[in-house]
């Protein structure tokens, strides 16, 4: 079965450290998009990262890295110096092929960043 | 440029009535995607349109449910005979093709739907 598995339903991250919010899939596919989105109150799901399967290096985008770790198929989300605007829920996403492209999200981390 | 558009942001309904919900992609984004997320969950995968054509439905929940792309720009996403289980976050997302690799979808505000 295909799954995307988010263990941590809640996160507190004292502002300006590092937090890392876990995500772990399952997929039989050799080829694989893995996504992070993040989720503010306001409802829109807004894109932050992507690893390709096949990537060697780990995906950064400013403030964000992606930890990814094939053999135990996992895609942490490593988030540094955090701000009180990054409180919200995050989404890991896998994109898997199966006739067409799919997308499977997990069911979220809902981070508070104190002040 | 403009983003993903949805409409209406909110829809109370009946139970049992029809509704439709509107989505406008991002210009030249040739795939279109609809989810429903209820409260605590993550986005459901409903249906997957390529240019016109629903590519993939096979997330819609049953027949009630129905997405149309005529023009493979705006879609509208129509459920009849609603029930209270209806209710949820309806999400449209767009994407410039259809491919893999780093295309990703770029999602709407959402409409909320209340079925009472």
């Known amino acids: 079965a295909q799954k995307i598995t988010q263990t941590q339903p809640g996160m507190f991250v004292q502002e300006k450290e590092a937090v890392t919010l876990d995500c772990t899939y399952d997929?039989?596919?050799?080829?694989?998009?893995l996504f992070w989105y993040k989720q503010p109150s306001s409802g829109e799901m807004i894109f932050l990262i992507y690893?390709?399967?096949?990537?060697?290096q780990n995906a950064t985008e400013g403030r964000y890295s992606l930890n990814f770790q094939k053999a135990r198929k996992s895609a942490n989300l490593v988030i540094s110096a955090s701000q009180l605007g990054d409180s919200a829920m995050y989404f890991c996403?896998?994109?898997?092929?199966?006739?067409?492209?799919?997308?499977?999200f997990g069911t979220g981390t809902r981070l508070k960043v104190l002040a | 440029g403009a983003g993903v558009s949805q409409t209406p942001s909110n829809k109370v309904t009946e139970k049992g009535k029809y509704v439709e919900l509107r989505c406008d992609p991002i210009?030249?984004?040739?795939?279109l995607y609809w989810y429903r997320q209820s409260l605590g969950q993550g986005p459901e995968f409903l249906i997957y349109?390529?240019?016109?054509?629903?590519?993939?439905d096979s997330g819609l929940p049953n027949d009630r449910f129905f997405a149309v792309r005529p023009e493979g720009s705006v879609s509208t996403l129509k459920i009849q005979r609603t029930e209270r289980g209806d209710s949820a976050v309806y999400l449209c997302?767009?994407?410039?093709?259809?491919?893999?690799?780093?295309?990703?979808?770029?999602f709407g505000p959402g409409t909320r739907l209340t079925v009472l």
């Open positions: 997302a767009s994407s410039l093709t259809s491919g893999g690799g780093a295309d990703t979808q770029y």
């Open positions: 997929t039989s596919d050799q080829s694989y998009g």
């Open positions: 690893q390709g399967s096949y990537d060697e």
């Open positions: 996403a896998m994109r898997v092929h199966s006739g067409t492209y799919k997308y499977i």
């Open positions: 210009s030249g984004h040739t795939a």
């Open positions: 349109f390529q240019g016109t054509g629903a590519a993939d």
